[in-house]
């Protein structure tokens, strides 16, 4: 046959569409072509399959060779299709068998002397073709990401010869070994090293049970990026969904990611000098920036105020979507973005102990506070102000004697359990449409919060966001009826003190 055609998979955002490598052999002057939208990348893998094909013992064609990768109008990028091109020219000059080859998948990058090497970003393909239940060959330096797919058959190619040894009948190639258990995870922050700031612990342990936004005021020194630091020290382990999704994220990216640490949930921290585009993700050819690298995690945004406005401004969509929509002129991905914001900020730009007893002009301080605009503080379901800890507690302080984030992750776990059970979603994740059936009042609690909103002016999505705190905390308590209480508790965390 002179007409072979493999498979393999592209990199679209986080997804892995099927690309068909045809590989046709005709009579004429000899010239290696590539056609189907190949990027530079791609358009190099003629010398360096040339090469690997001589190097491994075989022989090159000196023929016509046209390789097609379809559909034609899907970009292609990367070296990851140097082996299945490689295979193609070599089963369709009839060197290797055929049978075994054409229902599989090939990923792989050929160095000259045709040793396979690793590529990056292959979780979202292993995934795709989990789905398909489809057999895929990949480099041996990727064995640690296919670890994380256990049900897919997948075969460890290490050069070239070795595959097509295994093709024409030689020994079977190696398959990743997968015996070992992950190692517990082992939390490098205790939530019981924060002394005091009581109040804060509290609305750090109803954001994790609900999934909440999170905004923090206060003096520099009172524990705002401790507190921010041990959030995940109190969410539980990731299921295996989100632990996918999130390791898909990091393998496009070219983050590490293994079998031991691929549960644990991603803690990202951008500092204030951060662009728009690494914050939500951009570029010519859409990556993802640190909202998505936070997906199922938390984004801790330190010095809020300090950010450029126009950065921050764009977490809008994402906040409210959980997904970043990234447009360009020639290409659009859409990226995961479910990530819980934990946010600090100063009282004012003087970093006075509160803003009743501020020295900062009026102005500086307007200047200061404008910088956060009302849609984005909406969005953050708790907003509290923290006062610096008293001297004399710190003193005293026992750290035996503060709740540690074990038993506090006991209460969130059992929370969260609570609300799938009852929702299929966390609180803060629920529609306006479910408000209504999960989060019902009664007289008296209907009564105050319908106060509470015509005296702070709340906005409906204000409104919706204090149900859904009430709800959390309920939950929490374990009870099944929103009371006054929880109410009233919610109203407590929707109100930062402002400057008369």
């Excluded at 612990?201 to 041990?230: D, T």
């Amino acid at each position: 046959m002179s007409l072979i055609q493999l498979k393999t998979r592209a990199q679209l955002g986080i997804e892995a569409p099927e690309v068909r490598v045809e590989v046709h052999i005709s009579n004429g002057l000899p010239a290696f072509t590539v056609v189907g939208l190949p990027e530079t990348a791609v358009r190099e893998a003629r010398d360096r399959v040339r090469s690997a094909i001589i190097n491994s013992g075989f022989e090159f064609p000196a023929r016509r060779i046209t390789v097609n990768l379809a559909p034609a109008d899907l970009p292609k990028e990367g070296g990851g299709y140097d082996l299945p091109i490689a295979l193609g020219i070599l089963a369709a000059s009839q060197q290797v068998r055929v049978d075994k080859i054409l229902q599989t998948l090939c990923f792989g990058e050929l160095a000259l002397s045709g040793a396979c090497h690793k590529i990056e970003g292959l979780l979202p393909a292993l995934i795709a073709s989990l789905k398909a239940q489809q057999v895929v060959v990949i480099p041996h330096d990727n064995q640690p990401e296919a670890t994380l797919v256990g049900d897919l058959p997948i075969f460890l190619a290490s050069s070239l010869a070795q595959v097509c040894q295994s093709l024409n009948g030689g020994d079977p190639l190696p398959q990743p070994q997968t015996d070992h258990a992950p190692a517990p995870q082992i939390y490098r922050w205790d939530i019981a090293d924060v002394y005091g700031q009581f109040q804060a612990k509290r609305a750090l342990e109803i954001a994790a049970a609900g999934g909440h936004h999170l905004l923090m005021m206060g003096p520099p020194g009172s524990g705002k990026s401790m507190l921010a630091q041990r959030l995940n020290s109190i969410l539980p382990e990731m299921s295996e969904d989100e632990a996918m999704s999130t390791a898909s994220i990091r393998s496009i990216c070219r983050k590490p990611v293994t079998l031991n640490n691929w549960r644990e949930r991603p803690f990202q921290s951008p500092h204030h000098t951060v662009s728009p585009v690494a914050l939500v993700g951009g570029g010519g050819n859409p990556r993802p920036g640190e909202i998505s690298l936070a997906h199922n995690g938390v984004l801790f945004l330190d010095e809020l105020l300090e950010f450029e406005r126009r950065a921050i401004e764009v977490l809008r969509e994402p906040l409210e979507t959980g997904q970043i929509h990234i447009s360009r002129a020639a290409r659009q991905a859409t990226y995961p973005a479910q990530f819980q914001l934990v946010a600090a900020m100063n009282p004012c730009p003087g970093g006075c102990e509160s803003i009743r007893d501020c020295d900062c002009r009026v102005e500086q301080l307007n200047r200061y506070r404008n910088k956060l605009s009302a849609p984005l503080l909406d969005r953050i379901d708790i907003q509290i102000e923290l006062r610096p800890v008293p001297h004399h507690e710190l003193m005293n302080a026992n750290q035996s004697s503060q709740p540690d984030s074990a038993s506090i992750r006991r209460r969130v776990i059992s929370a969260r359990n609570i609300q799938i059970e009852r929702q299929g979603c966390l609180n803060a994740r629920l529609e306006n449409r479910a408000l209504e059936q999960f989060c019902k009042l009664d007289k008296n609690s209907e009564n105050l919060l319908t106060t509470a909103s015509i005296k702070f002016r709340l906005t409906a999505r204000s409104y919706h966001k204090l149900l859904k705190l009430g709800r959390s905390i309920a939950d929490l308590a374990n009870e099944q009826q929103i009371s006054s209480a929880h109410i009233a508790e919610a109203i407590s965390y929707r109100r930062l003190e402002k400057r008369k």
